[in-house]
Each structure stands twice: as structure tokens, then as C-alpha cells.
């Protein structure tokens, strides 16, 4: 998988959220969906051993039939704190070790807040949610 965006994920609090603040201007909230949408992809996080270890998997799943084609799981030291609004530096380099497995190449990916997700949901009513 190659990323849009590298960046260091070894940063102090201070130098997360001044990264996040630079970010916020490149986050993209239009549609952008390609035509035809082949497969879907959830990713999930939590973490083990007290905190010390952060797990991420991937579920890659055929659309619209939702079969499941691939799955990951990977384990990394916690190396950032828990700081509410930085939890992306908390989470995403287990996610990120995670979609490096897949053979798949991915060609998007969504990060929805709650409030986001729920907005969505409420524009989209046909669509059928999972889960």
C-alpha cells in the first residue's frame, strides 16, 4: 500500500497536534467514490497487554456481496500516549502495519468521526448499514 501522506508518528503531544492543526486543511469531505465500488474494508483497534501493545485489524470484504477476501492483524508497542483528539497517534501505525499486509491494493480510505458517520448515515437512508 503506498500512502498519500508520510509522516513521523514519534512526536510529543505538542508536535501531534500541531501536525493535525497543518493536516486539517488537507482533509477531503466531498465525494469522491469511483463509479463502481468492488470492496470495502473495516478497521478496527484495541489494545493489549494494560495498554502496551496496540492491535489493528482489517477485514477486506467483496461490494455489494460483503464476502470476506482478506483480513490482517497487527500488533505494535503502544508509543503514544492516550490524549483526547490525538488518538490517530495513538492508533494509526497498528492500522497503518495492518493495511501494509494486504496484498490488496486499496485506493481509498475513510476516517468518519461519530458525528460525521451519523450524518452520513442520515443523508444516505438506503443504504444498509452492517453490524
Known sequence: MRLALEHPWH??????????RELAGRVETGDRLPGTIHSVAGVD???EQDGRITRAAVAVLGFPGLEPRQSAIARLPTEFPYVPGLLSF???????A???QSARECERFYRARRAAAAKWRKENPGMQRLG
Do not use: H, K, N, T
Not at 512526536?11 to 493535525?20: F, G, H, V
Not at 495513538?90 to 497503518?96: H, T
Open 45 to 47: 483497534v484495541g489494545f
Open 98 to 100: 495492518a493495511l501494509r
Open 90 to 96: 495513538r492508533e494509526l501505525p497498528a492500522v497503518l
Open 11 to 20: 512526536l510529543s503531544p505538542r508536535d501531534a497536534a500541531a501536525l493535525q
